[in-house]
């Protein structure tokens, strides 16, 4: 069982929604569509369960060109960000709904209802209404409906999104069960990239419409092959800074030229972006070879046991996490610190140079 997308795309006027893309999904993997808002996760995915027709490509379904099959001919579910059931309907008659227009048997109807019902913990529940349940149990519902349809592609497009922080806690755990027992390919749209390493499986990082890398989820965290994809991969997003490499010294925007620390040294001379994220700054040098920076507090923003701190580097907003809660102002100057051994390093046009040694070593 296989999804293959050969050069899709989508454009709707004069704005393209989809740049040409490829991808092949195969049988029993978890797939993440990471990217912000308007990125083309929601157009990607009804491209691939046939709601949408590609400009230009096909779509190739276990060696089969669907490209032009009607999205009711095709072994596809999907669940939205909106969990949609029946409210005159017992949770039962929900589950079953999608088996009965199939012509499928009373007795396989009742068997697939209680087997979906009972991986979907909902079996106590059954007999009652949909709006008798919580946000949860309603949202497990509508997947185990999409479920028993055992559809070959299932396609979940932000489907926590409104869910409490406790539910979707609870429903991140139970997903990826879910999909290693039924054997689907699973297609899941998130702009969360903690929820994209939760989930684990592969992913695919989105910005404006194009795929800017696919792999395993913590190959593509870890070794970004470019600027734009550590961007999306990373929440809040990256920090970046400018620098040239001479000789044996670094010049940083907004600072003086320095010794290259690190695998800095071994870079040839010319410009370069370097990226951190949020996490790795400090507000004190840890090491000998840390990278100091000159910034001005923006905001700081207390969680409880960390807090985010918003800075203005020459110009550049930047964001850091940091541990504990911490009483700044702002409007006050700052020196934060960086260990080498967290930066990326890009070209001027955002391809990657050099990877984080800690994540070429994880």
């Not at 491209?47 to 009711?72: H, S």
């Not at 070959?152 to 991140?172: C, F, I, S, T």
Request: hydrophobic share 40%; glycine share 10%.
């Amino acid at each position: 069982m296989s999804l293959h997308l050969a050069g899709v795309s989508k454009v709707v006027g004069a704005q393209t929604h989809i740049h040409p893309t490829d991808l092949e999904l195969r049988k029993g993997t978890m797939n993440v569509l990471l990217g912000p808002t308007l990125s083309g996760k929601t157009t990607l995915m009804r491209l691939m369960a046939g709601l949408d027709q590609p400009n230009t490509g096909r779509i190739v379904w276990n060696g089969e060109d669907v490209t032009g099959m009607r999205v009711q001919d095709r072994k596809v579910a999907m669940v939205y960000q909106q969990f949609i059931n029946y409210p005159s309907m017992t949770v039962y008659d929900n589950i079953a709904s999608p088996m009965k227009l199939m012509g499928v048997s009373r007795d396989e109807v009742d068997r697939r209802v209680r087997e979906t019902a009972e991986l979907m913990k909902l079996t106590p529940m059954l007999d009652r209404k949909p709006l008798e349940l919580s946000g949860g149990q309603q949202q497990r519902c509508a997947l185990a409906r999409a479920l028993v349809k055992n559809a070959g592609l299932v396609l979940l497009d932000e489907p926590l999104a409104n869910l409490d922080y406790k539910l979707r806690e609870e429903l991140r755990a139970e997903i990826p069960r879910i999909f290693e027992e039924s054997g689907s390919i699973f297609v899941y749209a998130t702009t969360e990239p903690e929820e994209a390493l939760l989930l684990g499986g592969n992913v695919a990082t989105l910005w404006e419409g194009r795929v800017t890398q696919f792999g395993p989820t913590p190959e593509v965290y870890r070794r970004p092959v470019d600027a734009t994809t550590a961007r999306v991969f990373s929440d809040p997003p990256m920090n970046f800074f400018d620098f040239a490499k001479r000789g044996d010294a670094i010049e940083v925007e907004g600072g003086a030229a320095r010794p290259a620390p690190g695998a800095m040294a071994g870079l040839a001379d010319g410009r370069y972006r370097a990226g951190f994220r949020p996490n790795h700054l400090e507000l004190h040098a840890r090491g000998p070879n840390d990278l100091d920076f000159d910034a001005r507090l923006s905001v700081t923003e207390i969680t409880g046991s960390e807090t985010f701190i918003h800075l203005d580097h020459a110009g550049r907003d930047w964001v850091g996490l940091v541990h504990g809660v911490r009483d700044l102002s702002p409007g006050a100057d700052v020196t934060v610190h960086v260990d080498p051994v967290h930066l990326y390093v890009f070209a001027e046009d955002g391809a990657l140079v050099a990877g984080a040694p800690y994540a070429e070593a994880a």
